[in-house]
């Protein structure tokens, strides 16, 4: 049975850091992080692929979010710097089969429940 197990969110101020985890029970094209704010659509933040460590993020976060993944544990992080008001949402884990060079807009196969960032004012 596939699974994806988001951890780490939680409750912050502006300017704090958070690392958010996502464990997956088998190896994938690529694994991404995805968010949802309240009244909000759910936007990409960022993906990386398992072979090649390609690594692709949104425009909004880019030089504050870092993703990584370490092939020992199948588990993937994204580092969280610098944090603002407007990060506030559900970080979803997602993971992908196909190979596509485009992050961004590739089918995601599987979705974690997600886990709550809020960022204080």
């Known amino acids: 049975q596939v699974q994806l197990v988001e951890s780490g969110g939680g409750l912050v101020q502006a300017g704090d850091s958070l690392t958010l985890s996502c464990a997956a029970s088998f190896g994938w094209y690529a694994m991404g992080w995805f968010r949802q704010a309240p009244g909000k659509e759910r936007e990409f933040v960022a993906a990386?692929?398992?072979?090649?460590?390609?690594?692709e993020y949104a425009d909004s976060v880019k030089g504050r979010f870092t993703i990584s993944r370490d092939a020992r544990s199948s588990t993937i992080s994204l580092q969280m710097n610098s944090l603002k008001p407007e990060d506030t949402a559900i970080y979803y884990c997602?993971?992908?089969?196909?190979?596509?060079?485009?992050?961004?807009?590739?089918?995601?196969?599987?979705w974690g429940q997600g886990t709550q960032v809020t960022v204080s004012s």
């Open positions: 997602a993971a992908t089969l196909t190979n596509s060079r485009y992050l961004k807009t590739v089918p995601y196969d599987y």
């Open positions: 990386v692929t398992w072979r090649s460590g390609t690594k």
